[in-house]
């Protein structure tokens, strides 16, 4: 996973960030033995440690007071 961040300072007190999680797209990788009848929601992966929706974005204004 490609992860990366930007911010840039507007004001002394103002400062806008733009940041993504797994910026490339990429599939978890598939874990041998899971994804089975019975496991954890049969995806094939640990999605405790890997991000099964994708890419996200998240943009940030932050003010200090």
Not at 7 to 27: A, C, G, M
Not at 33 to 51: C, E, I, K, M, W
Request: no cysteine; aromatic share 8%.
């Amino acid at each position: 996973y490609l992860d990366g961040s930007l911010t840039y300072r507007l004001l002394d007190s103002t400062e806008l960030s733009l940041s993504s999680r797994n910026l490339l797209d990429e599939d978890p990788p598939r874990i041998a033995g899971l994804g089975t009848a019975g496991t954890r929601g049969n995806r094939g992966t640990n999605d405790t440690v890997f991000d099964m929706i994708g890419r996200t974005y998240l943009l940030a204004l932050r003010f200090k007071m």
